[in-house]
């Protein structure tokens, strides 16, 4: 009986473990690279963020599909490489893996509400003002 819950204790543990490994750990070999950067235009650009945050800062010739929809629309992604524009950390780690996988050619990311744009740079500052205050 204890060998039981050992066994289903040690399965749940690692699922868990691969869970969050695939969403928090980052992916290796995937440089990140601004978004003006030159080495960019002979890749496909893909926007893997949400519809609603894709209108903040657009992104010039770029190739539209959010996360969410990777699984139905991976096909109508061209067999280049590849340069991903994402949300934030996880994002890209699920976006990055799940292409990785399906065989594309993933070379370069580049995070819209990076920390350390927001630092130096004032274009790309992402905190909102309030027009009442």
Known sequence: MIAILYIISLIIFSLLFIALYRRYYPVSGVPCIDIADKRIKD???????????????????SLHIPYAYLKRHFSNIPSKSLH????????????VRFLRRRG????????????????????????????TA
């Open 84 to 95: 991903i524009i994402a949300n934030d950390e996880i994002e890209k780690n699920l976006g």
């Open 43 to 61: 890749m496909v650009v893909l926007d893997i963020r949400d519809y609603n945050e894709t209108t903040e800062p657009p992104i010039a010739n």
């Open 104 to 131: 594309f050619d993933v070379q370069s990311y580049s995070i819209i509400h990076c920390p350390c744009r927001e630092r130096g740079n004032e274009k790309w500052n992402t905190i909102k003002k309030s027009k």
